[in-house]
Nanobody, 118 residues
């Protein structure tokens, strides 16, 4: 059973930075593409960034130039470096990977909360 555990969330002032991590109990990231999503109460879940198996990375327009997705060399950890954070970046961030199941990949972490406020 694949387990994903996100960490690194917290409170930060606008303009600050956080680095999120998604640790897997297997080398799942070498087998499947992966993504970071975020969700805010009352809003739909939003794709933040994703990476294909070959390493092609795509970012949502709202985070381009500020966020960087990467994978650890051991292919068991996924990162999201978030710089120049804005109030609108507040939300719960989820790691997602695995084979596609309808519109989502199969495995999700529990989420980590990011709060940007002054």
């Amino acid at each position: 059973q694949v387990q994903l555990v996100e960490s690194g969330g917290g409170w930060v002032q606008p303009g600050g930075s956080l680095r999120l991590s998604c640790a897997a109990n297997t080398t799942i990231f070498i087998k499947h593409g992966s993504a970071w999503y975020r969700q805010t109460p009352g809003k739909q879940r939003e794709l933040v960034a994703d990476i294909s198996l070959r390493g092609t990375i795509n970012y949502a327009d709202a985070v381009k130039g500020r966020f960087t997705l990467s994978r650890a060399r051991d292919m068991k950890t996924l990162y999201l470096q978030m710089n120049s954070l804005q109030l609108e970046d507040t939300g719960t961030y989820y790691c997602n990977t695995g084979p596609w199941v309808t519109t989502d990949r199969a495995y999700w972490g529990q989420g980590t909360q990011v709060t940007v406020s002054s």
